[in-house]
């Protein structure tokens, strides 16, 4: 089975714009929970999507949003870029709703805001 | 408010030897879930363990293994025979309904394995 893949794996944008990251889960997996892991704030819970609605939402402003398709793939969106956004993004899928339980993750994707 | 605290930022053992990485949480919930997550240097965070504060019985898994303790709200965790594949940053995470049903996640203990 093919796990949980990220795109893109890098990526580089410049205070003020908007990025999205891509987030395919495991087959059959209908949650996808997205996780910031930064030096500082280590890791933190951002979102989590079950058959294509939110259920859980972190403390994080309104600039950070994300959707879930039919087939389950997740995107994630951050708009107006600030440096502190630099961080490693981790998507993670699983068979049921909620992140009390087992949970695959990505490979992240690593954004770089200059 | 939930909390978890791993005090060691880092462990540095000789292969072979045996490691104990340190877990403390706090939370108000009689119903909670722990985990313990390692996140090799790909980045890609791997799943070790989940338990419920109901099950208290201490788990082994090859060289791995859990001890939850509700008396000390702690739940470590100890390679046995460290390898050097075992280095890694593992990660402590707790959830319920204090945090909303959120990964409360502690600031992990890098460890390194020297051959």
């Known amino acids: 089975k093919a796990g949980v893949t990220q795109t893109p794996r890098y990526l580089i944008k410049t205070r003020g714009q908007q990025v999205t990251l891509s987030c395919s889960p495991i087959s059959g997996h209908r949650s996808v929970s997205w996780y910031q892991q930064t030096p500082g704030q280590g890791l933190q819970f951002l979102f989590e999507?079950?058959?294509?609605?939110?259920?859980n939402k972190g403390n994080f402003p309104g600039r950070f949003s994300g959707r879930q398709f039919s087939n389950s793939r997740s995107e994630m969106n951050v708009s107006t870029l600030e440096l502190g956004d630099s961080a490693l993004y981790l998507c993670?899928?699983?068979?049921?709703?909620?992140?009390?339980?087992?949970?695959?993750f990505g490979p992240g994707t690593r954004l770089t805001v200059t | 408010a939930q909390k978890v605290t791993q005090a060691q930022t880092e462990i540095s053992v000789v292969e072979k030897e045996d490691v104990t990485l340190d877990c403390v949480y706090e939370?108000?919930?009689?119903?909670?879930?722990l985990f313990w997550y390692k996140q090799p240097p790909s980045g890609e965070l791997v799943f070790l363990i989940r338990?419920?504060?109901?099950d208290e019985q201490n788990e082994i898994s090859g060289r791995y293994s859990w001890n939850f303790q509700k008396s000390t709200s702690s739940f470590n965790f100890t390679i046995t025979a460290s390898q050097v594949v075992d280095s890694a940053v593992y990660f402590c995470?707790?959830?319920?309904?204090?945090?909303?049903?959120?990964?409360?996640w502690g600031a992990g203990t890098k460890l390194i394995i020297k051959p």
């Open positions: 999507y079950f058959s294509e609605t939110q259920r």
């Open positions: 939370t108000r919930d009689t119903t909670y879930y």
């Open positions: 993670a899928s699983s068979s049921m709703e909620g992140v009390t339980y087992e949970q695959y």
């Open positions: 995470a707790l959830s319920g309904r204090d945090s909303n049903y959120q990964l409360i």
């Open positions: 338990r419920n504060s109901f």
